[in-house]
């Protein structure tokens, strides 16, 4: 074989391994995953964004008066399959004023959801000073308050998905101070 001869062949390996080797990278070595797409996680994220019943509010306890609460949701999955929510965060504001509330986190991720199951979800509210007045000022002693979910992150089966807008929350029974 002459120079120009390996230098081809060389090439065409290149050519031909370099997408199965990228393919097994980003599938972690389960190229079912490539072959077989997982409309379940898909399913699962467009209903839990478009308005569905799939999210819901459920209720709050306080972890420390003023400072954090805990917001419990409930989650379906509607989807065929399982899915794993690996991680959750967001901002919240005040639906009616738009006053940044504060930072919300998941408490108990990961969670499994099994196929047509529910789950409860928690997020641990970290209160902004603004959020706290807001709270105070405009909604103590009423049971009307909802919030809106945005700027989130939500990690589910190893992906991250980004939404600005993601749901609201609600309606939260503020007790007077």
């Not at 001869?5 to 389960?30: E, F, K, M, Q």
């Amino acid at each position: 074989m002459t120079r120009i001869g390996i230098a081809l062949y060389l090439i065409t390996i290149v050519i031909i391994a370099s997408p199965l080797l990228v393919a097994l990278y980003l599938y972690r070595n389960d190229l079912t995953s490539l072959v077989v797409p997982q409309f379940g996680t898909g399913y699962f994220l467009t209903s839990i964004t478009q308005g569905s019943d799939t999210f819901g509010y459920k209720g709050y306890e306080v972890i420390n008066p003023g400072q954090s609460v805990r917001l419990i949701l409930s989650i379906s999955n509607p989807s065929s399959v399982k899915v794993t929510i690996d991680s959750i965060s967001a901002t919240l504001y005040c639906h009616e004023h738009g006053t940044f509330i504060g930072l919300v986190q998941g408490e108990n991720t990961p969670i499994e959801i099994p196929p047509s199951a529910s789950a409860v979800l928690k997020l641990r509210l970290l209160f902004t000073q603004e959020g706290k007045t807001d709270i105070d000022t405009y909604h103590a002693g009423h049971n009307n308050l909802y919030l809106d979910l945005r700027n989130a992150e939500i990690g589910v089966q190893g992906m991250k998905f980004n939404y600005q807008e993601f749901g609201e929350v609600g309606p939260v029974e503020i007790p007077t101070s």
